[in-house]
Nanobody
């Protein structure tokens, strides 16, 4: 199985920056697209960014231009650099990963436990 562990969250002033990390362990040879989502309150999670195994990235609208997603294959870690943070960015940020089966098809999607980001003055 694959386990995802997020880190890097915390308290930051408006206009500040944070870099979140998502470390994958286990069957890391089966990792495909990884992504970041956030959940402020209620049941819905908002899409922030995806990055494919070959490096192609896609961003959601709410934080486009203020975030950069990247990944380091050597350490099996995805990152989310967040800049110019606003109070509305306060949320729990979750990492996700799509896991491939032996034939290359999607087998499952896994999630980390989340890391809290609080933007407040």
């Amino acid at each position: 199985q694959v386990e995802l562990v997020e880190s890097g969250g915390g308290l930051v002033r408006p206009g500040g920056s944070l870099k979140l990390s998502c470390a994958a362990s286990g069957a890391v040879d089966r990792l495909a697209t990884m992504g970041w989502y956030r959940q402020a309150s209620g049941p819905e999670r908002e899409f922030i960014a995806h990055i494919a195994s070959y490096g192609s990235a896609r961003y959601g609208r709410s934080m486009r231009g203020r975030v950069l997603i990247s990944r380091d294959d050597a350490s099996n870690t995805a990152f989310l650099q967040m800049n110019d943070l606003k109070t509305g960015d306060t949320a729990v940020y979750y990492c996700s990963a799509k896991i491939l089966g032996p034939d290359g098809s999607l087998e499952e999607e896994v999630w980390g436990q989340g890391t809290q980001v609080t933007v407040s003055s």
